[in-house]
């Protein structure tokens, strides 16, 4: 009988890590949905503004390589696009397009308000052999398109999950 008097709080304790517990699962499962919905965003935006790039070559005189005006151009319609998706994240995003013609290559970037710069995985340069040839010798131009959100939360504080990006690449016509 004793013995049940010497585990008077034990529940209690037990209780208290259990919820502890729980409260650090839960706030991960928001911080992966979070993240996975980030993920998604940046995506649709990516493949987005890359079919802009590509397309743009149809609607400015056959003209294959980016310039500052068309840069600016898209970036504005990205922030839009992730205004009207998450409002807080219009000002927490990256953005890079490179475009890859005859004459070389081009890459312009609007970095984060830290001025941290939203790199892709994989340079333009490298992605050389995924140019369509034409049969009788035309080479076409690729474009990329790479967008970064930043995260917020807990999230943030491990390497690697400050952001999230996304980047896809595009043929032009």
């Known amino acids: 009988m004793k013995r049940v008097n010497y585990q008077k709080g034990a529940f209690t304790v037990e209780l208290a890590f259990g919820m502890t517990i729980l409260i650090i699962m839960m706030f991960f499962i928001g911080d992966l949905a979070a993240l996975l919905s980030a993920k998604t965003q940046s995506g649709q935006v990516s493949y987005a503004i890359a079919t ?5 070559s149809r609607f400015f005189e056959g003209r294959h390589t980016l310039s500052e005006d068309d840069f600016d151009l898209l970036n504005s319609i990205a922030g839009d696009m992730l205004e009207h998706q998450a409002p ?12 890859f013609d005859d004459k070389g290559s081009e890459s312009f970037t609007k970095p984060f308000d830290d001025n941290e710069t939203c790199q892709p995985s994989t340079s333009i340069e490298h992605l050389g052999h995924l140019r369509p040839k034409r049969e009788d010798g035309v080479m076409f131009p690729i474009y990329q398109v790479t967008i970064c959100i930043k995260m917020e939360g807990t999230s943030q504080y491990f390497p690697g999950m400050r952001y999230v990006k996304s980047s896809s690449v595009l043929p032009g016509r």
């Open 52 to 56: 802009a790039t590509k397309e743009r």
């Open 88 to 99: 807080e994240k219009q000002d927490g995003y990256g953005i890079t397009i490179e475009g």
